[in-house]
């Protein structure tokens, strides 16, 4: 039995690395479960286009030929050759080319897409992608501070994230198995926060044990390289991740002239030597070069963690595997590290493992409020046991930090992902603008819950939570029955989905804001999470004053 | 469809694994824990070995841990829910 | 361990993230030189490494407030690290040279 001083001693850890970690953690969860979504928000996102059907897979090598002709510098970046007919693939064929820049100096990129006119001639437009998708998972791995602070200051905080989940379960041990799948509704409401807390902790903990090591390594990714590299290898890494990039690597073009192979045969060429791996794009490498590579992304049906790392090269020229590093041919150690990496990422197991990790992400960012709420709750309890009603300055402050910085990351996601929709078209810098949108609400949410306190701001905050994330499905609404707004309403069943989530999502945090409002109404007085306190606070000392008389 | 029936049975399994909890709140009496647990695991098994037809035998295990996670945390929390409704 | 356990916040928690992080570099840097291929394997070690360090250094801050006291933390912690290192650079400078 774990002694009643190391559980007292690991209750300390916990709660103040929680209380100071708790919120960057809660942004990185509930942005990371919106991450889940990436895709189906990146094609609710995308402004209709040409897309793929526009140019059929017989007529692409004639697409192909056309760009590569007319666009040398594509053929050496890659032509990617879409095959799912997604919104966000503009076109049959994009691809990207680099901002006009100097040597050796960071450089944006811009993107092009291309189809076939009716007459079978060429056309080719420079057109930037939506990048809301990207904002997202910004914000999740980053929490919104720039490169590289931002990583490392999740570094630190998954660094703490982990120890304070040994120390969550060491402090849990005692009662563990009493407690178990225990969820006690109330009179004490410590109590209720406290297996509220408890019952997310303990059953998602393998979860949360794998996102706090990945999460750490990657956040710390750059300087554990290094020392990797000066304490370990002594020089040895360098080469050895030459040779593994090597891998990935299409042949370099040999200046001959070769005949390439229509991308249908292509793909049949793939399904008969790779059964099992569904492609989601093909890029072609040298286009028109007898060296020319095409190279499959996509995944090997069954295994974890095969989209990032995975992927196979065939020559275009003559459809022969030249490289090969699907999930089934990766060494013991890529193949441990993809599986920690797709554990974090779950990309496996298809829709199913989607939305568990969506509502692991959602829990763990409930886990970290309610956390938080502890705290408050727990601090008002010996507050009143020495006698006074006032709440302290510390908890009334992380009640308003709590409020403000959760629900403004929640309305200000929301917000931005309304705004693609609302300012496509209307603005020239639309991924500014998705930050600019992010970071106002975000602010402006922390101002408010100073301003009015955590108890009023929480009704009014959640409110707008509801508000704004009900705003993604009218403006898809709104887009189907005014076209001449100039927006759009896809059908597909991902986008719909997107609505339907994000209308589900509204209800909760409007049944949230009217449960609020409620307590804050006729809650306890002595709490930060009532207004009634400055009523009774006034009261209490007007007693005095008549007893003190 | 085998992905349905893992999917139904892992879900079921979990059920039963919370019933046979002393601190289940779906019931409000106590049902005898055994059949329950021997219930449990055989579905939970059960739903591994489709999910293992479905996938592959690692892809499988981490999906049935996955989903067995969620399940054991919104189980008491839709049974607070319900509490909520009934206004205690 | 009779005598109570001390806090010592400051002192644990240091020997935790600057020995936890030694230990974890030393360990999975030996790893690397006594596993499967050894240092010159082919493959994806280098970034396997990563998420084994990251885990390696949690466990150690993690548990390191069991010490007794925040001396007892970083006299332990610094032997392990002291043999680790050794045995990492006995690896990398004498055995696998």
Known sequence: MIRAEIVKLYKTVHTWIGVSCGLALFIAFYAGALTMFQEPIARWASPPAVGVEAVSLEDAPRLLELVAAAYPEAREEGITLHLRGHENEPARVTWVEDEPHEAGQPHGHVHWWATLKPDGSLMAKQEEPSDLAEFINDVHMRIGIPNPWGSYFMGVVSLLYGVTLIAGVIVLLPSLAKDFLELRIGKNLKRMWLDAHNVVGITALPFHLVIAVTATAWGFGVPLWSAQESVIFGGKQKIAMAHDLERWRAPPPTGEAGAMMPPSQLLQRLNAQVPDFEPKVMVFRNFGDKAAAAKFAGAERGYVGDTRFGGVILSAVTGTLIKDNRASRQDLDRRVGTVILALHTGEYGGITIIWAYFFLGFSGAWLFYSGNLLWIETRRKKARKEGEVEQSRSTRLLGSATVGICLGCVAGLSLTIVAAKWLHGRVADLDAWHAYIYYAVFLGSITWAFAWGAARSAVHLTWLCAAFTVAIPLTTLLAWAFPMLGMWAHGSAATVGVDIVAFIGALCFAWVATATAWRVKNGPADSVWSIRKAEGRTAARQSVAIAAE | MVVILALTLTICGCACCYLASPNQKWLSWFPSRWPFLAAASLLLGAGLVSWIAALRPLAGFFVTLHVAMVCLFVFPYSAALRSFGRGN | ?97
């Open chain 3, 1 to 97: 361990m009779a005598g109570g356990i001390r806090p010592d916040w400051w002192s644990k928690a240091s020997a935790g993230a600057i020995l936890g992080l030694g230990l974890a570099l030393s360990l999975v840097g030996l790893y690397a030189y006594l596993g499967p291929g050894g240092i010159n394997a082919p493959g994806g070690r280098y970034s396997l490494m990563r998420h084994l360090e990251a885990f390696v250094w949690i466990m150690v801050f993690g548990f390191c407030f069991l010490f007794r006291s925040g001396r007892a933390a970083w006299a332990w912690l610094g032997a392990a690290n002291l043999i680790a290192f050794a045995a990492l650079f006995a690896c990398r400078f004498y055995f696998f040279a």
